[in-house]
């Protein structure tokens, strides 16, 4: 399984950037795929996350409201739409995605996700 992701750069406080992870298979035969951030200095932590076969989605609580996740099932790829961005939310952004069911609990750690991308740079300048 190979993800891709793509999209990342440098942009000003309140810029927008969407995030695409390109995923090998067909994106249906993942159960769950997310987003995660790492940030200098601090550990992995997921912003976003979702079930493929229904796209509930679930969004961390520090990027509510500006962070969305979405899917393209005819392209197999994953989306991370960010709007108002801030400088707190520079760091390497990675999808992952697992092909079992994850519960609630679980959809934002990442050690339950086996399968990650390389990762894309977002940087958010003030």
């Not at 997921?46 to 005819?74: C, E, L, M, P, W």
């Not at 999808?95 to 050690?111: D, P």
């Amino acid at each position: 399984v190979q993800l891709v992701e793509s999209g990342g750069g440098s942009v000003q406080t309140g810029g927008s950037l969407r995030l695409s992870c390109e995923i090998s298979l067909y994106i249906y035969s993942s159960y769950c795929m997310g987003w995660f951030r790492e940030a200098p200095g601090k550990e992995r932590a997921a912003v976003a996350a979702h079930y493929t076969g229904t796209a509930t989605k679930y969004v961390a609580d520090s990027v509510k409201g500006r962070f969305d996740i979405s899917q393209d099932n005819a392209k197999n790829i994953l989306y991370l739409e960010m709007n108002n961005l801030r400088p707190e939310d520079t760091g390497m952004y990675y999808c992952a995605a697992v092909f079992k069911f994850l519960t609630r609990s679980t959809l934002f750690e990442a050690s339950a996700y086996p399968y990650w991308g390389q990762g894309t740079q977002v940087t958010v300048s003030s």
